[in-house]
């Protein structure tokens, strides 16, 4: 079983949507969330992260994290051409790990 | 204040060659890691430096890949005898505490 499943999409949604992007992992010892975001041919940025369960919430972007279910969601709202990028979740502990990515396209 | 910087960005390598991958910290910053991304795959660790210390090496394939990230440059990946598998882009991040990591823009790396 892989440390981190992630739906590799791609998804495709009109300018204005609601985008929900998930990720399940195995680890009971993850601690922390991170969610990066990397446009082609670029190094990934870091969006936002969590420490164990609950929700983050900056700007457009809300972090969510339920460790009973190890499961991890990034939603954007009101979703910009901008966003158009692969979206990759990447939970930690003293291991790295990241998620395959989901392609996002946002189509004006 | 300058973000983390690697180089080259491209890099043309045939079979058996050497390659050298750089890659400088954020000022300040004395953790550095190193990633692996094939196609269609994601970010694969590989290993995570300190200052003239490797902390975690649990990703790097033991035979003809090394790291170093000495007191003072760059940290360094080194790849001997590079195969065709080894092409992929190469990613560094660095951090201070541990938690956050900004990325380099990456070396992508072509064994011909």
């Known amino acids: 079983q892989k440390e981190v499943e992630q739906d590799p999409g791609p998804l495709s949604v009109p300018e204005g949507a609601i985008v929900s992007l998930n990720c399940t992992y195995s680890?009971?010892?993850?601690?922390?969330f991170m969610w990066y975001r990397q446009y082609s041919r670029k190094g990934p940025e870091l969006l936002m992260y969590?420490?164990?369960?609950g929700n983050k919430e900056d700007g457009r972007f809300t972090a969510q994290v339920d460790k009973s279910s190890k499961y991890i969601s990034l939603f954007i709202r009101d979703s910009q051409p901008s966003d158009s990028a692969t979206y990759l979740c990447?939970?930690?502990?003293?291991?790295?790990?990241f998620g395959t990515g989901t392609s996002l396209t946002v189509i004006p | 204040n300058a973000g983390v910087m690697q180089n080259p960005r491209h890099l043309v390598r045939r079979r058996g060659q050497e390659a050298r991958l750089r890659c400088s910290p954020m000022?300040?910053?004395?953790?550095v890691y190193w990633y692996r991304q094939l196609p269609e795959e994601g970010l694969k660790f590989m290993v995570y430096?300190?200052?003239?210390?490797?902390?975690?090496e649990s990703g790097m394939p033991k035979e003809r890949f090394s790291a170093e990230f000495p007191k003072e440059g760059p940290s360094i990946l080194r790849i001997q005898q590079v195969v065709r598998g080894d092409s992929a882009a190469y990613f560094c991040?660095?951090?201070?505490?541990?938690?956050?990591?900004?990325f380099g823009p990456g070396t992508r790396l072509t064994v011909l």
């Open positions: 969590t420490y164990s369960s």
């Open positions: 991040a660095s951090s201070h505490f541990g938690v956050e990591q900004f």
């Open positions: 000022k300040g910053h004395s953790h």
């Open positions: 430096l300190q200052k003239e210390n490797i902390i975690d």
């Open positions: 990447a939970p930690r502990s003293n291991q790295f790990y």
């Open positions: 680890n009971s010892a993850f601690q922390y």
